[in-house]
């Protein structure tokens, strides 16, 4: 495997300077009770779960991942709404899977269940356009550090979400300053290579997280301009990773691991591998 | 004891917005007014419906007025009316940055103040043509001393076009503006003054108008007025709703520094202060943020720096959730307040203002507190403590005015001493 050890380690410690410069720096309204509550909350869940299910190991990494990636970008001024989205994000990586494979990007879902639920949001403006060369750094450094981040999808995501807001623009006539202005903003670079680059709900085959990409950018595109909705980027990927499991029927290919140094023993059937085609 | 009486005076200064407890007396506030070429503006917001209220501050000959809105749908009659302008300087003033001022105590006689219970309780245009330049007149109205068309185009150049040739002035190049409204279907609400009826109403300014409309995109157009326009230009936007503090998606919002105590002579220029902050904050964000100045739950106030809002002025701006008379005020958690002010320009705010309604009601407001200090003769240890904390006290209310308007802390320190303060009325 290419890169540096566990990339979720970067991604963790990312994500934690990501949290302080915005609480710091950017005067995000990050309350600390909210914060330790998901914290608490999601460690505890999924030693939970992973007691329920009998799991050999605890995997609390990928917990704080979810963990700081909700308090990053939730808000709600209520304890229990918090608990509660770290607690869907958690427990829908071992109820909602299929053949082996949780659907659902844990922080994703999380959002998405507290702001339904009606007294969460998100502040897609709360980065701004003078962090966004900081928050560009930081990420351009996980994709060269670890291809194992799936920054394909991120990247082609990118590029075919911006082709079609550039190509919005163009049809309407407004001047460049316009699109730009739409894609400078923090949130959309989080959401691209700390959300969507999640390489455990993408498809297993590079051809098929093209599709998904092309899909989640089509679906947010749409979601935003037409429907005017303020998160689109979010509801998008909701909507689209249940068609993961249908990408990779139809375009099967090794599944992803993360490095462990006792790789534990699936209990899914093993996955077919195309002849040609193996990682990344 | 003394420890616990200072710690809660500095709980109530530094945390008015969850203390109901006495916030200072009342002393000057820094309005709109303060600011030239600002334009206010009031948004209501429940579910899809949007309520758009425009102060008017023209002051030029009424043949010259002219206003072109793109709205989203094409409005009907009762969805415009004209409002009134007292009632958009009454919020403005109600949701002020405001200064404060507090009288120490004798420190050996510490008088606790109560929670004290702060105020609770509410167009005829040329047919010929129109066809050709693609112009359709959807509906015409005379509101008031307005005369109001909503005018649909299909295609930009035929709108400018129009318009100039009807007599609206509109600034060059804002063609290319008009075509992305053109473009995402958009309907344009254009008004004039009918001279007629406004002399014979006896209002010698123009009044607000006001247009109600359901739509899923919240949002306040402001490209237009960037076309041309000399110099960045001032905005306040009075945001009403019902749910939580409304915010920009597409812009970052910054809260005002606040809670800060300020040396005395603050007093008599607290408008110079307040324009010198705003500038530096500007500056520190190259003029792309929009600064949140106030949200407070309608339903109460403290300190008040203006009498509160009956439910009729707010029903006049198009708050119909309401319950009781126009006499009485909003109950808590009825309606809320967001004023947001932002310094704009074409170059750096390239989109129209995308908002959204949070379910945010942590109060908040731009508070400034002046400290009149005990001055008398130590008669116990807690006195003296408080005598030697002075000077401390007073450097750093110094080093905050200097960093907060970029004064320099020499010129700012001669004030500071050569200011008088008039003698304090009675016993506190």
Known sequence: MRGIGDPRLYQIAALGSLVLFGSVRLGFDLHPAIVSAILATSLGAQFLMTRAHHLPRLDFRSALITALSLSLLLRTGSLLTACAAAAAAIASKFVLRWNGKHVFNPANLGLCVAVLAGDAWISPGQWGSAAFLGLLIVCAGGFVAHSALRSDVALAFLAIFSALVFGRSLWLGDPMAVPLHKLQTGALLIFAFFMISDPKTTPDRRAGRMIFAALVAAVAAWLTFSLHSRNGLIWSLALCAPLTPIIDRWLPGLRYRWPERHTPIPASPPVPIAPRELAP | ?428
Request: glycine share 6%; with cysteine.
């Open chain 2, 1 to 428: 004891m003394k420890t616990l009486t200072a710690a809660l005076l500095t709980l109530v200064l530094v945390l008015p917005q969850s203390l109901p407890a006495f916030c200072g007396f009342y002393v000057a506030k820094a309005d709109a007014a303060l600011f030239n070429k600002a334009s206010k503006v009031v948004l209501v917001r429940d579910g899809r419906r949007t309520v758009l209220t425009m102060a008017n501050d023209f002051r030029g000959d009424p043949k010259e007025f002219a206003i072109v809105i793109p709205v989203p749908e094409v409005i009907k009659r009762k969805q415009i009316d004209v409002a009134d302008n007292a009632v958009i300087d009454h919020l403005d003033a109600y949701s002020a940055p405001r200064l404060v001022e507090y009288f120490d105590d004798d420190p050996c006689h510490q008088i606790f103040y109560e929670m004290a219970p702060a105020s609770r309780f509410g167009a005829a245009a040329r047919t010929d043509g129109d066809a050709a330049l693609g112009i359709k007149i959807e509906a015409r109205y005379t509101v008031g001393e307005y005369d109001i068309l909503i005018l649909s185009a299909k295609e930009s150049d035929g709108l400018e076009t129009w318009l100039t040739g009807n007599g609206y002035r509109i600034p060059k190049g804002a063609s290319q503006v008009l075509g992305s409204y053109v473009k995402q279907g958009m309907k344009f609400f254009v008004a004039k003054v009918n001279l007629e009826r406004q002399a014979k109403s006896g209002f010698t300014f123009l009044r607000p108008l006001r247009v109600t409309y359901n739509t899923r995109k919240f949002m306040l157009p402001i490209r237009l007025g960037t076309v041309n326009a000399d110099g960045p230009q001032e905005l306040f936007v009075f945001a009403l709703s019902r749910k939580g503090r409304i915010e920009t998606t597409n812009y970052r919002t910054v809260k005002l520094p606040t809670d800060l105590g300020l040396p005395l002579f603050v007093k008599d220029e607290f408008a110079p202060f307040y324009r010198a902050m705003f500038d530096r904050l500007v500056t520190r964000e190259d003029m792309r943020a929009v600064f949140l100045e106030h949200f407070w739950d309608l339903g109460w106030c403290d300190p008040c720096a203006a009498e509160p809002l009956t439910a009729g002025e707010l029903r006049q701006l198009g708050v119909d959730w309401l319950k009781g008379p126009d006499s009485g005020r909003p109950g808590e958690s009825e309606a809320y307040l967001t004023r947001l002010h932002l310094r704009y320009d074409a170059g750096h705010f390239p989109e129209d203002l995308l908002f959204q309604e949070t379910r945010d009601k942590e109060n908040f407001q731009g508070r400034y507190v002046l400290r009149h200090p005990w001055t008398g003769k130590p008669t116990c240890e807690e006195a003296e403590i408080y005598l030697r904390e002075l000077p401390k006290r007073r450097n750093q209310e110094i080093e905050s005015l200097a960093r907060l308007t970029g004064w320099s802390v020499a010129r700012i320190r001669e004030k500071a001493a050569a200011y008088k303060a008039p003698p304090r009325n009675g016993p506190r």
